[in-house]
């Protein structure tokens, strides 16, 4: 009943920018968390950021100060705004959300810093 399109994943130097998008569709939803999980080859998948509706926000002692998570106009979609970028960010990152459906996920994307 959910779905979750996620965008804004590639390429970039260690050091630059780049920012994912989650748009979420489906019946009325309402909608309590967004955030995003990340999973590097053979690591289990960590919290990076999440916000719930009223605004309020969490990251990872490892993200925080670089990354900023926050919701777009379109109530339905958030943005993972990434600065200062480290080859240990490389990963693919996983947006969620949690509505009255329960817990659904985006089909990842991946992420790689290297130069």
């Known amino acids: 009943q959910v779905q979750l399109v996620e965008s804004g994943g590639g390429l970039v130097q260690p050091g630059g920018s780049l920012r994912l998008s989650c748009a979420a569709s489906g019946s009325t939803l309402n909608i309590d968390t967004m955030g995003w999980y990340r999973q590097a080859p053979g690591n289990q998948r960590e919290l990076v950021a999440a916000m719930v509706t009223a605004g309020i926000t969490t990251y990872a002692e490892f993200v925080k100060g670089r990354f900023t998570i926050f919701r777009a106009s379109t109530a339905n979609t958030a943005h993972l705004q990434m600065n200062s970028l480290k080859p240990e960010d490389t990963a693919v990152y996983y947006c969620?959300?949690?509505?009255?459906?329960?817990?659904?996920w985006g089909q990842g994307t991946q992420v790689t810093v290297s130069s």
């Open positions: 969620y959300i949690d509505t009255q459906w329960g817990r659904s």
